[in-house]
C-alpha cells in the first residue's frame, strides 16, 4: 500500500499561513490525495482532496507537486480552531481508505 | 439531515465480556468504515461495507471482532470477549457510494474502556 510521511507537530502563529507537508513518493497514478484533520475528543473531518492540480476551498488550499510525491495543505491564515492533528491519505481505486498513520499536530500560538 | 450517529458515546465493559457498537450512517451512502483509534495514535482500518458487495474485513484484528450491515443502513460492530487492549476509541465513517475521490463523513466514536 503506498504510504504517507508526515511530521509528528508543527507550530504556527495566529492569523499566519501554514503549511504542512506530506510525503508519498510510493503513490500510484490514480490514487487520489486526500486531507482530514481531527480536533480534540471528535471523529476527523474532511478538508480537501485532489488527484494532479492544486485545489482550493474555504477550509484550505492543497498544493500538489508535479511529480506528484509529495503535497502540501496549506491553511492561509491559522487561527486558535485549527488546531488539529492533520492527516495525509492517499485513496485507491478500491475506494478503501486504510491506515491515516499519526499525522501532524498542529499547535497554534496566540 | 443527520450526521453519521453512533452509539454508545461511552462504553466500560470488564475484560471478557462481548460489546456491541452501533453506527447509523448517512441516509443514502452506501459505503460504511469501521476505525480504530487508540489513544495518542491514528486510525486503523477495520472494515469496508459497499452496498451489496463482500465486505472487505482485511482490517479485523482478530476472530473477536465481527461486523454486520443491514442493507444500506445501520452497522454493528461486535467485540467478543473483549480484551484491555481493545480500549480505544471505535469510529464509523460512511461516504455516498465509496469512490476514491469522494470524501468521508465520521460519527464522533465509540469510546471502549476494558476493565
Known amino acids: 500500500d503506498a504510504k504517507t510521511t508526515q511530521p509528528n507537530s508543527m507550530e504556527s502563529n495566529e492569523e499566519e499561513p501554514v503549511h504542512l507537508p506530506c510525503n508519498h513518493s510510493t503513490i500510484s497514478g490514480t490514487d487520489y490525495i486526500h486531507w482530514y484533520r481531527q480536533l480534540p475528543s471528535q471523529g476527523p473531518e474532511y478538508v480537501i482532496h485532489g488527484l494532479t492540480s492544486n485545489v482550493n476551498n474555504r477550509m484550505a488550499s492543497l498544493a500538489i507537486a508535479e511529480d506528484r510525491k509529495s503535497s502540501t495543505l496549506i491553511l492561509h491564515r491559522a487561527t486558535l480552531r485549527d488546531a488539529a492533528v492533520y492527516y495525509c491519505?492517499?485513496?485507491?481505486?478500491?475506494?478503501?481508505?486504510?491506515?491515516f498513520g499519526g499525522g501532524t499536530r498542529l499547535m497554534v500560538k496566540p | 439531515g443527520a450526521g453519521v450517529s453512533q452509539s454508545p458515546s461511552n462504553k466500560v465493559t470488564e475484560k471478557g465480556k462481548d460489546v456491541e457498537l452501533r453506527c447509523d450512517p448517512i441516509?443514502?451512502?452506501?459505503?460504511l468504515y469501521w476505525y480504530r483509534q487508540r489513544l495518542g495514535q491514528g486510525l486503523e482500518f477495520l472494515i469496508y461495507?459497499?452496498?451489496?458487495?463482500?465486505?472487505?474485513k482485511s482490517g479485523l484484528p482478530s476472530d473477536r471482532f465481527s461486523a454486520e450491515r443491514t442493507g444500506e443502513s445501520v452497522s454493528t460492530l461486535t467485540i467478543q470477549r473483549t480484551q484491555q487492549e481493545d480500549s480505544a476509541v471505535y469510529l464509523c465513517?460512511?461516504?455516498?457510494?465509496?469512490?476514491?475521490?469522494?470524501?468521508?463523513?465520521f460519527g464522533s466514536g465509540t469510546q471502549l474502556s476494558v476493565l
Open positions: 465513517a460512511s461516504s455516498l457510494w465509496g469512490g476514491s475521490n469522494e470524501k468521508l463523513f
Open positions: 441516509s443514502g451512502h452506501t459505503a
Open positions: 461495507f459497499q452496498g451489496n458487495s463482500a465486505p472487505d
Open positions: 491519505i492517499l485513496r485507491d481505486n478500491a475506494g478503501n481508505m486504510l491506515t
